[in-house]
Structure formats: structure tokens, C-alpha cells
């Protein structure tokens, strides 16, 4: 069976061929960031404009490279995302799904990021405790099975990877600035200053970003006042990286310790953090993994095999899911299950 699976949530445009016994026979990737780069921010209109030129020159691409001229089914990403975004990806999948008389099967977008990693040759089984962190999310989920997922622990402000772009904001670094900032931590001190790692004396698994944020924004402030922002730059994205790669790992430890967990995935852009990667290698004692660097941003591959995975659940083109808000516990496991 072949998924197509396209990803319009946010400010990548993704296109994939899954083939269910050989592999991904194709991918496109088309990304906004310059686009909305200027603004300092996603901008939703700008957003869906841009899927709406690229998303069929996309699938026309990936059609072609597989040698296909159609697909058996169409995975598209349903939600959390933009609705005028999605519903681009939506409409398309449903137009498509009547024209080539095949199901379609919308997909979650985290389910999508936590299931990126079974796209690698040594895929995780279930059970396994998943750290997702991207722009929009933070949470540790226990995934007990294909759809049975319980959220042990989300963020109660900023999510991990927009404080790396805030901060990577006020360094003067552009927009979204975590990958840059990550680079320039490379060569900071990341002990130079004492950034809080504020949930870390509480109980619980929650996460919150907001304190060590403003932390980071009085110090720039004050490197910039002295004249000496150059000189203190990489010293304190390496300090804010620290801290909050510190309380990602401690927290994200903590669970798999209350769950007993074996097996961690790491998914989410904030996952191609080499950092977050390489101390949860050496403090945790089971296996992480984590989906190739490719994977680890939005990209149309994981939607294509949530929805492989999910073949089951396919329904026949009729209505457009396009939901802002999608809570991940409401998903169930595969009909076929
Ligand atoms: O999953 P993703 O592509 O989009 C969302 O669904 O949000 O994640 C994008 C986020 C951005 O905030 C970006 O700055 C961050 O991932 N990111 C990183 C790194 N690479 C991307 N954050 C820290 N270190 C990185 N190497
Ligand atoms: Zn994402």
C-alpha cells in the first residue's frame, strides 16, 4: 500500500510517498522561514498563501520521483495547526481522494512527530515515554500503544522551542532562531551565567520557560547597555541553552523514573538539539531515540506513515478536518487494532 502524505500545519510544506512494504520512496520539503523571517513570526494569511502555491507542484515532484502516477490512500495532517493552513492540505487530500477514488486519513501532527522515529531502519516498540518539542508544544507523553497516548506533562507558558527563538530573538539572531543560537552556544561559556531552571524544585512534570526567558532578556539588556552584547552573545546562548536543555533532561528523567520507562523518542524541531542529545545519552539508562534531523522539523514523511500506521482509520473523501486545537489523549488506537 502507498500513503501520500502531506503536511500543511504550520510554515513547512511537506510531501511524502510512504510505501508500506519497502520504505519512503520520495519526500519534498518546501520552507517558509524566509517568508515570515521579516515579521519575527509565523503569519497565518502568508502562511496559507504559500502552502496554496507549493503544495501540488509538491505532490506532482514526489509523484514523479516514485514513478507513480497515484497513491492507495492520502494521509494529510488534520490538527493542532493553522485552519486556513491546514485547510490546505485538507481540501487537497479530499480533491485528490474523489479524483483517484481512494480514502483519505487525516493525522494528527504530534502523533505524526512521535511516530517519525518508525521511519528508521531500528524503529522503537512500544511502550515508550516521548519527549515532543517543537515551536508550538512541550510534553512528555507515555505512549502505551499506537493511540493510547498520556500526557504526563506540558508546558504552563512558552513552549521549548519558541523561548530558543525568543532568545535567539533578543541575541539579534533572526527568526526562528534556535538552530542559530545552538550554533552560537558552540562556542560560549555555558557557565558564564546562572540562568534558573525554575520548575526543577517542583513537584510534578510540568514545564515552564517563561522565567528563564525574561531572565535571558535583562541580561542581554544589560551586555547591550554596557556596549558589550558581541563580546557576551555566545556566552549567554550557551548559558540559556544550558538551562534550559537542563530542565528538559531532568524533567523528561523524572517521568521515564515514575513510569519505568526503557525506551525514550525525542521528536520535534527542538529534538535536532545536539545538546538535549547528547545528555539525555548519558544520563538515562535505556535507549533514546530520535527521528534522522530531517525528521526532527515538520515534514510530510511522518504524516505519511501516521497514516500508514493508521490505514484503518481511513474514511472516504467528504469533509475537510481542519481543527486549531486537537487534544492528543482524545486519539485510540487504529480501528484495526
Ligand atoms: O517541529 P517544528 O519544525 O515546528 C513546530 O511544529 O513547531 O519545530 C520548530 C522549532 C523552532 O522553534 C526552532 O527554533 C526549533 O524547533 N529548533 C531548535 C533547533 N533546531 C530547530 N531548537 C534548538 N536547537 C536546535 N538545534
Ligand atoms: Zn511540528
Known sequence: MQVLGLETSCDETGVALFDTRRGLLAQALHSQVRLHAAYGGVVPEIASRDHVRCL???V????????????DAIAYTAGPGLVGALMVAGGLANGLGLAWACPVIPVHHMEGHLL???LEHDPPDFPFLALLVSGGHTMLVLCKALGDYQVLGTTQDDAVGEAFDKCAKLLGLGYPGGAVLAELAE????????FPRPMLSRPGLDFSFSGLKTAVMLQVRQAGDAGLLDLAAADIAASFQSAAVDTLVARTLKAAAQVDAKRIVVAGGVGANLL?????????DG?????RLEYCT???AMIAIAGALRA???????????????SIESLRPPLAA
Request: hydrophobic content about 45%.
Open 56 to 58: 501540488l507542484p509538491l
Open 60 to 71: 506532482r515532484k514526489v509523484l514523479e520521483e516514485a514513478d507513480v502516477r497515484r497513491a
Open 116 to 118: 517519525a522515529p518508525m
Open 187 to 194: 562556542t560560549g561559556n555555558p557557565s558564564a551565567y546562572a
Open 276 to 284: 538535549l542529545r547528547k545528555q539525555l545519552a548519558a544520563r538515562f
Open 287 to 291: 535507549r533514546v531515540f530520535y527521528p
Open 298 to 300: 515538520d515534514n510530510g
Open 312 to 326: 484503518s482509520d481511513a474514511v472516504e473523501a467528504s469533509e475537510i478536518r481542519a481543527l486549531a486545537r486537537w
